[in-house]
């Protein structure tokens, strides 16, 4: 069963609205979440993260917010570009070396 | 900036071979991870290290080996490939654990196995 999930394959939004990804988790014990970007015939590249101490992290046009209770991430994408088209994955971190990575949910932004 | 090189962007080979998938980085990265990547799954660890010939088992090893001899470069090995090792693999690699800092991956290398 996977411990990380991302339910929304895709997403469509407009040029200059927000985009919201969201990841859910199972393992309690995770401490450190991230999201990478992937375009295709590429690696995915980190783009933001956040601890579990903390709540919210911001980084230019990106936020990542982190509900421990809800076991809920995501990212706020503000305001969307064509050039956020790529495919997201959440990731989390147990026992300082192990990510688990969701499915990916695939961003098209629209000019 | 961190670069993570992997030998081959393609590869093909038949059932029953040998596949060697060589991943090299250059930022004294303590570890390094060997992931396939499939639709509809993700990313899924298959092997990582931490330290030169250290290695631990991800979520699926099962025929799959790995080498580290050296601290900048991570071998996976397929010791006799079938059909469903078809995927695309990435190798990453990260600063030690506990500093918090991000896997920074190489582009991947795209194998079928006929």
């Known amino acids: 069963d996977q411990q990380v999930k991302q339910n929304s394959p895709s997403l469509s939004v407009q040029e200059g609205r927000i985009s919201i990804l969201n990841c859910d988790y199972t393992?309690?014990?995770?401490?450190?979440f991230l999201w990478y970007k992937k375009y295709p015939a590429e690696g995915p590249t980190f783009l933001i993260s956040?601890?579990?101490?903390?709540d919210k992290n911001e980084d230019g046009r990106f936020t990542v917010f982190l509900n421990k209770s809800a076991k809920h991430l995501s990212l706020h994408i503000v305001p969307s570009q064509p050039g956020d088209s790529a495919v997201y994955f959440c990731?989390?971190?147990?026992?300082?070396?192990?990510?688990?990575f969701g499915s990916g949910t695939k961003l098209n932004v629209k000019p | 900036d961190v670069k993570v090189t992997q030998s081959s962007r393609y590869l093909v080979k038949r059932t029953g071979e040998k596949v060697f998938l060589e991943c090299v980085q250059d930022?004294?990265?303590?570890?390094m991870f060997w992931y396939r990547q499939d639709p509809g799954l993700g990313l899924r660890l298959i092997y990582f290290?931490?330290?030169?010939?250290?290695?631990e088992k991800g979520d699926i090893p099962e025929g799959y080996s790995v080498s580290r001899e050296k601290k900048e470069r991570f071998s996976l090995i397929l010791e006799s490939a079938s059909t469903n090792q078809t995927s695309m693999y990435l190798c990453?690699?990260?600063?030690?654990?506990?500093?918090?800092?991000?896997?920074?991956f190489g582009d991947g290398t795209r194998l079928s196995i006929l």
């Open positions: 393992n309690s014990m995770f401490d450190y």
């Open positions: 990731a989390s971190r147990y026992n300082f070396n192990k990510f688990y």
């Open positions: 930022m004294d990265h303590e570890n």
């Open positions: 990453a690699s990260s600063l030690e654990g506990r500093r918090n800092q991000p896997q920074h």
């Open positions: 290290s931490y330290d030169v010939k250290m290695k």
């Open positions: 956040i601890s579990s101490i903390k």
